[in-house]
């Protein structure tokens, strides 16, 4: 994903927005979900069952071809609704001003207000980290394969956020972010210009 970086001066408050636009998934990010998924089977073959060629794709096959819709919705549907309710309580617990993003990039929650970098780092991170690597650890830990898949799920929808994170961290937490209409965009809102970068 390529990110695209534009600087403009607002007259108002003296203020400086640098727009992050992320681009839709590319060939390198997919060969990087594939990746993901061939050695989450193979770890989990090597750790919990016999480690051969027809463990591997008896458990690859059981991993991933068997209720994998029921697994996909529940990874994408839980971080949907850890991340709607981040915003919720960021929000003041009011539904009014929240919005919702739909396109081909992506489904998720809004806010219309700009909000502190450090809570908008938090809204990008907890949906990966509660339904991700909770899960993952949980059920690598316990031989439990559903959970294990969900967990690698997770982290697999969570890492575009992952990636809008990466793009916010040079920025300070008394910045402010405000969400575009369109998935993964964004105006930084710089509050301090003193500090260089």
Same mark, same amino acid.
């Given at each position: ?10 007259? &108002? ?8 636009? *992320?681009?839709?998934?590319?060939? %390198?990010? $997919?060969?990087?979900? /594939? @990746? ?70 992506? &489904? ?8 502190? *970098?450090?809570?908008?780092?938090? %809204?990008? $991170?907890?949906?990966? /980290? @509660? ?67």
């Amino acid at each position: 994903m390529e990110t695209q970086q534009q600087t403009s001066r607002t007259a &108002i408050n003296n203020k400086a927005e640098i727009k992050l636009t *992320l681009k839709s998934i590319t060939v %390198r990010i $997919l060969t990087f979900y /594939l @990746l993901v998924i061939y050695a989450g089977t193979l770890l989990f073959t090597f750790i919990w069952d016999e480690f051969s060629a027809y463990g591997m794709g008896y458990n690859f096959g059981l991993l991933w071809m068997k209720g994998t819709l029921w697994k996909v919705l529940a990874a994408y549907g839980g971080s949907l609704l850890i991340e709607f309710l981040t915003l919720y309580f960021i929000n003041g617990r009011r539904l009014r001003g929240m919005g919702w993003h739909w396109d081909f990039k992506g &489904i998720g929650p809004y806010l219309h207000q700009p909000i502190p *970098l450090r809570l908008c780092r938090l %809204r990008l $991170l907890l949906p990966g /980290l @509660l339904m991700g690597v909770l899960p993952f650890v949980h059920g690598f830990c316990t031989g439990n394969a559903n959970v294990y898949v969900v967990g690698l799920l997770s982290l697999i929808c969570a890492s575009a956020d992952f990636r809008v994170w990466l793009k916010l961290r040079p920025y300070d937490d008394e910045d402010l972010f405000r969400e575009g209409k369109k998935s993964y965009e964004g105006t930084v809102i710089r509050r301090n210009y003193g500090k260089r970068r």
